[in-house]
């Protein structure tokens, strides 16, 4: 397989039979799709350092999207540059294509590949002789089916852990990271989500998001329907959700959490492929964006930490992305390689 096959495929370029003659090559060897993952990479950041969106071409789409004549426009710093964003965001869109380079171990397991009609590129189990480990990777997003038929969709940068089998008195999967669960409902057989902030989410059957990063400072729990207990590990003390609720629990503080009702939406959006801001710290922002790109973005300027970002965003390049916030909020940025360089 030469790697203008491979190229051609990430671009998209081959016909069918051609693309299955690629995927069998990739999914034939460990090696294989070592090096097909790192064409992927270099082949998204070419694209990334050379897609840069004109300030003409940006003043288009602004214009297009029915924002006023921005060669005029004087930008304020903080209160005005949230407006601008705010008017701007049903054209904001970012992708879901950036795939990490990654070393897997296959032992007696394999991978999965997706079907091509999913946002999501790929996910890897790692077997052993009792569970499975799906990792999703920075960049794409990942759906698994659990041995009971329930259904967990993994956002980027996840991991979710489970046995071959649940036995009969619980469903057990361990998950750092986010996922969205459509648990299969049966009262006498409970399911337990734990996760490594020493909570863990016991449910009978529901719909819920929880979001519980390793580098995030709280676990998020949002209920779309049913309900679920939050069972404080250390404790043994039990919080109860219920539909349209958000519970979250605080680093240093898992014993006072915040409850309160919210619109779920803006919680599950992203399984859908969008991300979406509103009114969200610079930091949160910079961890999302880095998570869902691959890359580590740097900010050189203290002040653009104090921001606060509202868009939306679906489909587009970071270059573009990023091309545009320096458009509206006078935010620059250089790339270089796996970094993003931000001042002001």
């Known amino acids: 397989m030469t790697d203008e096959q491979i190229i051609r495929y990430i671009k998209g370029e081959l016909d069918e039979s051609e693309r299955t003659e690629v995927v069998s090559w990739i999914k034939s060897e460990d090696c294989n799709f070592r090096h097909f993952s790192k064409l992927q990479l270099a082949e998204t950041f070419r694209e990334m350092e050379h897609e840069a969106l004109s300030d003409e071409e940006a003043k288009e789409r602004l214009a297009a999207a029915g924002w006023p004549d921005t060669a005029n426009q004087k930008w304020k710093k903080k209160s005005g540059w949230l407006s601008i964003i705010t008017r701007i965001a049903a054209i904001l869109l970012i992708p879901l294509t ?193 998570r869902w790109y691959c890359v580590d973005i740097i900010p050189q300027d203290p002040a653009i930490m104090e921001m606060r970002f509202t868009a939306s965003f679906e489909s587009e390049s970071l270059t573009r992305v990023l091309q545009l916030l320096k458009i509206t909020s006078k935010i620059d940025y250089r790339i270089e390689g796996k970094q993003v360089f931000l001042t002001r």
């Not at 990942?142 to 956002?155: A, F, Q, T, Y």
């Not at 539909?243 to 919210?262: A, I």
Request: proline share 6%; aromatic share 8%.
């Open 98 to 290: 950036v795939v990490g380079v990654w070393t897997i171990s296959r032992k007696n397991g394999q991978i999965k590949y997706l079907t091509e009609s999913t946002n999501a590129e790929r996910i890897i189990p790692i077997q052993d002789a009792a569970s499975s480990t799906y990792i999703v990777h920075p960049g794409v997003q990942g759906d698994v089916i659990l041995p009971d038929g329930s259904r967990v969709r993994l956002n980027s940068a996840s991991t979710l852990k489970c046995p071959d089998r649940f036995d009969e008195q619980a469903r057990v999967v361990e998950l750092s990271g986010e996922g969205f669960f459509e648990v299969e409902g049966n009262p006498d057989w409970p399911m337990y989500v734990k996760t490594s902030k020493g909570l863990t989410v016991k449910v009978t059957g529901t719909r819920f998001n929880v979001s519980s990063y390793e580098n995030d400072p709280a676990l998020k729990l949002t209920l779309v329907e049913g309900s679920v207990m939050v069972i404080h590990e250390a404790t043994d003390r039990q919080y109860k959700v219920l539909p349209n609720e958000e519970m979250v629990f605080y680093d240093g503080r898992p014993t006072l959490p915040h409850k309160q009702e919210v619109d779920v939406l803006p919680a599950i959006i992203w399984k859908d492929g969008i991300l979406l801001f509103e009114n969200t710290q610079m930091p949160e922002v910079i961890k999302k964006l880095e």
